[in-house]
């Protein structure tokens, strides 16, 4: 994680409200020599990095959160390290309208945002950055349609057709 002022970590975001847009990423870090430590040091960065994409739309909130599996996790944990309490593979969650899979691999990203496209963005920066080092397994992008619109696509009557040989603007078609 990356450092704060003084030697606290930052805290993920873990518990925001939900979002307009979300990408959910899983990868497989590959057995290439500096593999573990580059992906370990991009995933520490992840908040820095959601700052930088975001800062373009200051008024847009953008996060990501980072799970590490525990098989993945077993692999690069400092000498001496403990594991942590209730680490456990990635399960499937049943949830009351939507479920999650568990998907195997190594780390989980979960970005949100407000608009679709800061949530591509971080996530296509997230994969410049580890990319040459693992192996997607799952990617999924989930965003409100239309805005959180009726999904017939009719809103406050802007669809009624125009037999005057006008666009509905007053443009000429």
């Known amino acids: 994680m990356s450092q704060q002022s003084g030697d606290d970590p930052e805290p993920q975001p873990v518990l925001l409200a ?4 979300a990408v959910f990423l899983v990868v497989s870090v590959n ?10 040091d991009a995933a520490a960065d992840i908040n820095a ?3 930088a994409v975001g800062f373009r739309q200051s008024t847009t909130a953008l996060s990501c959160v980072v799970g590490f599996g525990s098989t993945y996790w077993d692999r690069i944990r400092p000498a001496g390290a403990t594991r942590p309490a209730g680490l456990h593979p990635f399960r499937p ?7 999650a899979p568990a998907t195997a691999g190594d780390l989980f990203f979960h970005i949100r945002a407000d608009r679709s496209d800061l949530a591509f963005e971080l996530s296509r920066q997230i994969m410049a950055v580890i990319g040459p080092w693992v192996s997607v397994q799952d990617h999924v992008t989930g965003f409100r349609y ?3 619109r009726d ?3 009719f809103v406050d009557g ?3 057709p125009d037999r005057s040989g006008r666009d509905g603007r007053g443009a000429d078609r």
Do not use: C, N, Q, Y
């Not at 939900?18 to 847009?21: D, H, K, P």
């Not at 057995?31 to 370990?40: Q, S």
């Not at 969650?93 to 479920?99: L, Y």
């Open 18 to 21: 939900f979002r307009r847009a």
């Open 31 to 40: 057995d290439r020599p500096g593999a573990a430590e580059r992906v370990r």
């Open 49 to 51: 990095l959601a700052r």
């Open 93 to 99: 969650i049943t949830g009351a309208v939507h479920d």
């Open 146 to 148: 239309f805005d959180a």
């Open 151 to 153: 999904l017939l696509g």
């Open 158 to 160: 802007t669809e009624k």
